[in-house]
C-alpha cells in the first residue's frame, strides 16, 4: 500500500467518526480538513466533491462493519449462538461514540433521492439478506421452525437494534439495552423449535 492509499484510509477513519458526530450532511470537505489537520486542497483532489466523500465514507464504514461484526458472528456456530453473536457485536458497534453512521445516514437520506440514497439502499437491502442469512442457519440446523419467516425475524431484529440506538441515543436511558435483550430473547423463543 503507497502513501497515498495509506493518508486515504486514515482520513476516512476520522472521516467515519467524525459522521457519527455530524452524520453524512455535515461531513465536508472543510469539516474533514480542520479534523485530519489536511488542507482543503489535498483533500479535494482524494475525493473531488462532497458526495464522492459520502460515498467514500459510506464503503469504508460498511467495510468496518463487516470487519468488527459480521466476519467474528458468522465465525460463531450456525444457528442461535450466530444470531446471538450478531446481536451482541452490533450493540458493541453501535456503542461507539456518535452510534452507528448507518442509522443515521439513512434518516438523513430516507427521502433525498440521489446516488447516496441509492447506495444507502443498496446498503441496508444486503444487511438485511446477512440478519436473513444468518437466521436461516438456525433452521437448517433445526434449532429454528421451519415455517419460521426469515425475512420477518430479520426485520423485527434490526428493529430492535434501531430502537435501543434511539433509546440510548436520543433518550439517555441506561435501561435500553437490557430490554433490547430481553426483547431478542422474545424472538428467539418465538422461532425455537418447541421442546429445544
Given at each position: ?145 421451519p415455517d419460521a419467516d426469515p425475512e420477518q ?44
Amino acid at each position: 500500500m503507497g502513501k497515498g492509499d495509506e493518508t486515504r484510509l486514515a482520513v476516512l477513519d476520522q472521516a467515519v467518526e467524525l459522521s457519527r458526530r455530524v452524520g453524512l450532511s455535515g461531513l465536508t470537505i472543510g469539516s474533514l480538513a480542520d479534523q485530519t489537520r489536511l488542507s482543503k486542497s489535498g483533500l479535494f483532489a482524494h475525493f473531488r466533491s462532497k458526495e464522492a466523500l459520502q460515498l467514500s465514507v459510506l464503503e469504508h464504514a460498511r467495510t468496518g462493519f463487516e470487519t468488527a461484526v459480521v466476519r467474528p458472528a458468522v465465525r460463531s456456530p450456525r444457528g442461535e449462538a450466530r444470531v446471538r453473536a450478531l446481536f451482541d457485536l452490533w450493540l458493541e458497534w453501535d456503542s461507539l461514540p456518535g452510534g452507528c453512521p448507518f442509522i443515521a445516514a439513512a434518516t438523513e437520506f430516507d427521502d433525498q433521492p440521489g446516488v447516496v440514497r441509492d447506495r444507502l439502499v443498496r446498503d441496508q437491502r444486503d444487511l438485511f439478506d446477512m440478519i436473513t442469512t444468518v437466521f436461516r442457519t438456525g433452521i437448517a440446523e433445526w434449532q429454528f421452525r421451519p415455517d419460521a419467516d426469515p425475512e420477518q425475524f430479520a426485520q423485527d431484529f434490526y428493529g430492535v437494534i434501531l430502537a435501543c440506538h434511539h433509546t440510548v441515543r436520543l433518550l439517555g436511558d441506561d435501561q435500553a439495552e437490557g430490554r433490547a435483550r430481553r426483547a431478542l430473547e422474545m424472538l428467539l423463543a418465538e422461532a425455537r423449535i418447541q421442546g429445544s
